[in-house]
């Protein structure tokens, strides 16, 4: 679709089995569909239903459920179900978390220091000597660790997300092998299949496939014993379950059953893991092979004491004030995510609502699905000029103020507002939100919500219009939107930016990256970009690491 967005531009149509679909990409439709307005388009469960059955098959959970009248359905309750998870996501809640992921990235690099120091005097070099060439490789040259980085990065993820989902320690960093890691990723797998194949649900319901029956069978019992414990024994404010145990069903009046509370809670793990895990190793990948901003990234770092140097062997941990503060270390999170949107496929709605004008002389007639696919939104070239392919941190600072992220209260976005007849509950809980996370605010619980920071970066469309592009005439948004935008935004979006924030950080700061030479360099790495409703790395990230100060 990125491909076609360059060929076609902001706005065409494909066909998807027996229906249109009309794929949007421009920013102005992008924000009449997707923000509060009178040509938005609500979510319908129907596109939804691989989601639906990695989570439950009877149940509606927060992600695909209907926001306004599809489906039959009137919004309630995925309002209800929102609105306790933006309570989970306030600032003093999300300071309770923050510990967490500091002491899983300082594991982390404990790990590394140790599997460095094993290399020494190097077990390659002893490898080679015995005429094992491929032992050789894999341990890497002296002094240095060579790692799947995205192993890394499931693991401090899915420990993150066990935390915020049932306050509990699930031991992905900690233990050498994790089942419930290995239960995730394969059901995630088992969606994206079928996502990719609509046909493959209906194949699988005729002829059964025992291995994934038996996986669905385990996946289930795992998160129904979570629940069960969750339910005899409440975890804190700070959890989903904790908030989701306070929801009344707005249909019945009664608390979420077990299979509600299931289906709820397991969209936790499929919505925000693979994701956020993605999103680090692409972005770490990334810098790797672009020594510049690297460079950048480290003064920086340097400066706030969190560099490992002679001088700092043992730099600070990253502290909640530092949260919004490091400019470049923003950028750079900005530029992972928009060349490489880890929710990929984006946003797909079903106009049911009648004809719709989205600008005069563009009607999406009535039936038709409209598709926000985040990763050709970034390889727009109209919208971020003709260098979209190049990783240049630089293009999201021109044109922002030393305080970037004030473009609101201290660096929160608040413009989610209310939708034309439909409860949008998310404002309830004030959750800490979008471009970045400010310590000037963290002490303040009652923070808008959601939806994008609406400020324009002009770097983008003045490179375009210098190279006589079309996107002169485009607003680049100051945030590739790769969380969404409007009501339906992602609900976990401030603990994601927080996770990016310290593990890029803790990690440069304190290891030295470099790809390994199987990828292939920086054209390697793009060759690995495997699209499914997620952007995963094909093969995994093979890096080598090693402290910066033995
Ligand atoms: C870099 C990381 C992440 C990215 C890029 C991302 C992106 C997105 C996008 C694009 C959507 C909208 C999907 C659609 O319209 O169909 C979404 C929704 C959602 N995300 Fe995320 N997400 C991330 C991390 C997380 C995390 C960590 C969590 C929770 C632990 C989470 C929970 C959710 C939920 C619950 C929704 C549905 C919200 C609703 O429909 O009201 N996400 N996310």
């Known amino acids: 679709m990125a491909e076609w967005t360059a060929k076609y531009g902001g706005v065409f149509r494909i066909r998807m089995l027996s229906k249109w679909a009309v794929i949007v990409t421009d920013p102005t439709l992008v924000r009449a569909v997707l923000q509060a307005s009178k040509t938005y388009v609500p979510k319908d469960g129907r596109l939804y239903a691989p989601i639906e059955a990695a989570s439950h098959p009877r149940c509606p959970n ?71 060439a491929g032992a050789a490789a894999a341990a890497g040259p002296a002094g240095w660790s060579s790692v799947n980085l995205c192993q890394i990065t499931d693991r401090i993820t899915l420990d993150v997300i066990g935390e915020v989902a049932y306050g509990r320690d699930v031991g992905a960093v900690s233990q050498k092998r994790s089942r419930y890691l290995e239960l995730v990723s394969g059901m995630l797998a088992v969606m994206h299949e079928e996502m990719s194949h609509p046909m493959l649900r209906l194949l699988r319901q005729l002829r059964p496939d025992k291995a994934k029956a038996q ?15 969750a339910m005899a024994d409440p975890p804190g404010e700070h959890t989903i379950a904790g908030q989701l145990l306070q929801v009344l069903d707005p249909a019945t009046g009664t608390p979420l059953t077990l299979n509600q509370l299931k289906a709820e809670l397991v969209i936790a793990a499929l919505a925000g893991f693979e994701t956020t895990s993605m999103a680090l190793s692409w972005t770490l990948g990334a810098l790797a092979c672009h020594p510049a901003a690297l460079h950048k990234l480290e003064q920086e770092l340097d400066s706030a004491g969190l560099l490992a140097t002679a001088a700092n062997p043992q730099p600070s941990p990253f502290t909640w004030q530092l949260l919004g503060k490091l400019q470049f270390l923003q950028a750079v999170i900005r530029e992972g995510l928009r060349l490489f949107s880890p929710a990929a496929n984006g946003s797909f709605r079903m106009n049911i609502a009648g004809d719709l004008q989205l600008r005069e ?29 190049a990783f240049r941190p630089e293009r999201w600072l021109v044109g922002r103020s030393s305080s970037s992220s004030s473009s609101s209260r201290n660096g929160f976005s608040s413009s989610g507002g209310s939708m034309d007849g439909a409860a949008y509950s998310s404002m309830d809980g ?69 996770e990016l924030q310290v593990v890029i950080a803790m990690l440069v700061g304190q290891l030295q990256l470099q790809l390994h030479p199987s990828v292939g360099g ?20 093979p890096m080598l690491l090693r402290p910066r100060v033995p």
């Open 522 to 541: 920086w054209q390697g790495l793009l060759q690995r970009r495997m699209y499914h409703t997620t952007l995963q790395v094909e093969g995994g990230l």
């Open 361 to 389: 002389g563009l009607v999406i007639p009535k039936d038709t699905i409209v598709g926000v696919p985040f990763f050709a939104f970034g390889h727009n070239p109209e919208t971020y000029g003709p260098d979209v392919e």
């Open 430 to 498: 004030g959750s800490a939100s979008l471009s970045s996370i400010d310590a000037q605010a963290a002490d303040t619980d009652a923070i808008g919500s959601s939806s994008a920071a609406n400020g324009t970066a002009p770097a983008a469309a003045a490179a375009a219009a210098a190279a006589g592009g079309k996107g002169s005439r485009q607003q680049p948004p100051n945030d590739p939107w790769s969380f969404s935008i409007g009501p339906r935004d992602c609900a976990g979006q401030a603990l994601a930016r927080i």
């Open 215 to 229: 996986l669905a069978r385990e996946w289930n019992e795992a998160n129904a014993a979570e629940v069960r414990a």
């Open 62 to 132: 927060i992600l695909s459920s209907s926001d306004a009248g599809a489906n039959g359905s009137d919004g309630r309750y995925w309002a209800a179900v929102r609105g306790a998870w933006m309570k989970c996501f306030t600032s003093t809640n999300l300071k309770r978390v923050l510990p967490t992921v500091v002491s899983l990235c300082e594991r982390i690099i404990k790990q590394q220091v140790v599997a460095a120091a094993a290399s020494q005097p190097t077990a390659a070099a002893a490898a080679a000597a015995d005429g094992n």
